[in-house]
């Protein structure tokens, strides 16, 4: 199919264009690469603009019936809602041990609801252009909410948060009174930290979660890009289907506050600039993965092995070679 | 003062010219660099090799006190003692909040011991240089063993194992029976795990620490750098120096151990290779920031910005520009 033909399809919606059209932005193959440059050109205008949330969480905290929940709930109002991951992990285990439609069957059965399993072995700095490119394309489809998830193996938090216009943090009760190993710089990230389970016997140790978590936001530095009282924390209950609309309520506030005061396009400005960035950083060194490249790195390298140059004059002669 | 004379000083062992050779190391002024590696290529031979032993260990766990007994043990047999530091963090705070003299104050007075107090403000990428050619000084300078401490904040350990022959990691006495939060990635680089403070009231907890550890341990895959036994856990009191005794001599046995089978070797030459590569890749990312390269940066990534190109897009025009 062409170019033209496929990116039609994809705009009208259809879900099996969509799904191979992530297969072929996921896709490593040159070939593949200069076709999905091509339909990624030709769907950008007229632009389409979806709210992409963000979400972490450790496996238990219940990310999946969160997801599904919440993504009812937004289907239930009308909303197309895509559900993509980003899973790290998957890239040695081959993929994830159940599928992704498995963990949210319901969700995955509603025709205003597309999942998209994570693709199995990836390296991270791929995950990253492949999900924004994936993203993309579902906002090009019409989506109204993409979700990105990513269970916050090593910088996936980081790769999701640059790629989401709001970043969500879902926790699961604490034992104690002690806030959970949550990095600090994971926190910073949040913009809304929803502690799960808040139902039957574990209630009493959400609220009293929410309330240690509330405490720790305040001690951080306001954001320029946060109105007041944000980053929050709620409870919320997916299994019992509560507080979820107080969170999707908070969500809209947000979005609402920082479309009006202009940092919703400062920061989708920003993040394009990040990952042209990156994409440059990471072309750079890729060339030194590409013959001749590759064989000067090896025999330098081997001499440096040798203990004949020190790795900062092979390094100074690699430089020059490269002309740097 | 010439790069012969200050070469001829640092080999004869002149403290005041390793302290001024490190200081020349750690500064970036061209100069500076360029008299710096003068310096270093002075130093290259006849070649002197120290035991460079890595130590982590997070605020708390008693890792000055762990350094005074340890290092005062060594230089009691006649042994000469280099300390450096790598900390990140101090690249927030402007520097140690304690200067690491006062944190070793028997230690400093040792005419044996040199101690180098973590530098401030500095990158990540620079620690890795600056701490690099700090060891081969000290190395010039005839120490027998380098001590390279950390803080363990974010991947510093990663750099100082790459710069170590033997890698410790020191803990507290946990409170429960649980593994307290070390990240696997770091137990897998260790390979001497110290429970430090096993005296008084703590010692049955050290020792239940030390089983708990010995247990993980034995889960890990074992490396072909491990004699069989390696890498073992076991209780020290820096306090009481009480087993410090034991850990110097299992470091002992898996360097020789190493040098007998060819690994002592080989991990230096594949960290000199490491150690190449990345300066090449620093290197080739720093171009980014100089003109003219910096300005077609920035002009790119404000049309990316505005939107008016995509970041793959806009990355391959400057890939292309930079004639890759």
Known sequence: MDTADCARLI?????????????????????????ALALLGALREPRREALRIGLSGTPGVGKSTFIETF????????????????????????????GDKTRMERLSRDPRAFIRPSPSQSQLGGVARRTREAVALCEAAGFDVVLIETVGVGQSETVVAELSDLF?????????????????????????????????????????????????????????????????ALPVSALADDGLDAAWEAMQTLVAWRKEHGHWDRTRAA??????????????????????????????????????????VAAAEMLRLLGR
């Open 11 to 35: 705009r009208n919606g259809d879900r099996r264009a969509l799904a191979r059209a992530i297969t072929l932005v996921e896709s490593a193959r040159p070939d593949h690469r200069a076709q």
């Open 71 to 98: 993504g009812l709930m937004l289907t239930g109002q009308g909303l197309k809602v895509a559900v993509l991951a980003v899973d790290p992990s998957s890239a040695r285990s081959g993929g994830s041990i159940l």
């Open 168 to 232: 969500l943090l879902l926790l699961a009760p604490a034992g104690g009174d002690e806030l959970q190993g949550v990095k600090r710089g994971i926190m910073e990230m949040a913009d809304l930290i929803l502690v799960n389970k808040a139902d039957g016997d574990l209630k009493p140790a959400a609220l009293r979660t929410v309330a240690d978590y509330a405490g720790a936001l305040q001690l951080l530095r306001r954001r320029p890009q946060d109105p007041p009282g944000f980053p929050k």
């Open 271 to 312: 993040q394009a600039r990040h990952w042209f960035e990156e994409e440059v950083r990471q072309g750079l060194l890729a060339a030194l993965s590409r013959e001749p490249q590759k064989g000067l790195m090896a025999s330098l390298g081997d001499r440096v092995a040798e203990g004949a140059l020190t790795p900062e």
